[in-house]
């Protein structure tokens, strides 16, 4: 496809259970991104890879968020023990270049509900 | 750090009648700005983006925005809006020399005949 494609669309999860969310770049985009969106709030940053290396994962909530793009290309992030303040759309944005000011192309995201 | 304001949540306006979003940010920075569209269902798309040169800049859509430094202000405006702008837009900020986007909290614009 033309986009960045996230699967699944939707996720419930059991507290405790470990989730593993897949986002698929556009083709060659170097820079991809992670954001969680909780319910009426703006996207907040979690982690930035450029190509395989993670340059910045200062957004991660805490040592249950694990993130990996092994092959500088198809990324996923994995939480283990969900808990219920987990629960929020994940957005994964990639970029065709890592200059400041290059635009980002947003996925439509995996909703994840742990109840 | 970086932070972005959007004090509106939700803005209702009729067809035709003109709009204006306000966005204003906080930084120790010069920053990269820019606006963010969600249509229904559909993933974030860039409106616009000021990096440098003129303030005043402008979407394919009819839609522009306005740097101010001095008010830290970034509104988004348009003359006349249609049915077809209803959707969430999110402001964002970027320091120069960074990738990484500080978004607000996003302003629902709903657009009604």
């Known amino acids: 496809g033309a986009g960045v494609s996230q699967s699944p669309r939707y996720k419930v999860a059991k507290r405790g259970q470990d989730v593993a969310l897949r986002c698929d770049p556009i083709?060659?985009?170097?820079?991809l991104f992670w954001y969680q969106q909780a319910l009426g709030q703006g996207p907040e940053f979690l982690t930035y890879?450029?190509?395989?290396?993670?340059?910045?994962k200062s957004g991660l909530p805490s040592d249950r968020f694990f993130a990996e793009r092994p092959e500088g290309s198809v990324s996923t992030l994995k939480i283990q023990r969900t808990q219920q303040e987990d629960s929020a759309v994940y957005l994964c944005?990639?970029?065709?270049?890592?200059?400041?000011?290059?635009?980002?192309?947003f996925g439509n995201g995996t909703r994840l509900t742990v109840t | 750090a970086q932070s972005v304001t959007q004090l509106d949540s939700q803005v209702p306006v009729f067809e035709e009648a003109p709009v204006e979003l306000r966005c204003n940010y906080s930084?120790?920075?010069?920053?990269?700005l820019f606006w963010y569209v969600q249509y229904p269902n559909q993933g974030l798309q860039l409106l616009l983006k000021?990096?440098?040169?003129?303030?005043l800049v402008e979407s394919i859509n009819g839609f522009e925005a306005e740097f101010n430094k001095s008010q830290t202000s970034f509104h988004l405006r348009k003359p006349s809006v249609h049915i077809s702008d209803t959707a969430e837009y999110f402001c964002?900020?970027?320091?120069?020399?960074?990738?990484?986007?500080?978004f607000g909290t996003g302003t629902r614009l709903l657009v009604s005949p």
């Open positions: 083709s060659g985009h170097v820079s």
């Open positions: 944005a990639s970029s065709h270049d890592s200059s400041s000011g290059a635009p980002l192309h």
């Open positions: 964002a900020v970027t320091p120069q020399g960074f990738q990484k986007l500080v």
């Open positions: 930084s120790s920075v010069s920053v990269y």
């Open positions: 890879f450029q190509n395989e290396a993670q340059l910045d």
């Open positions: 000021y990096l440098s040169g003129s303030t």
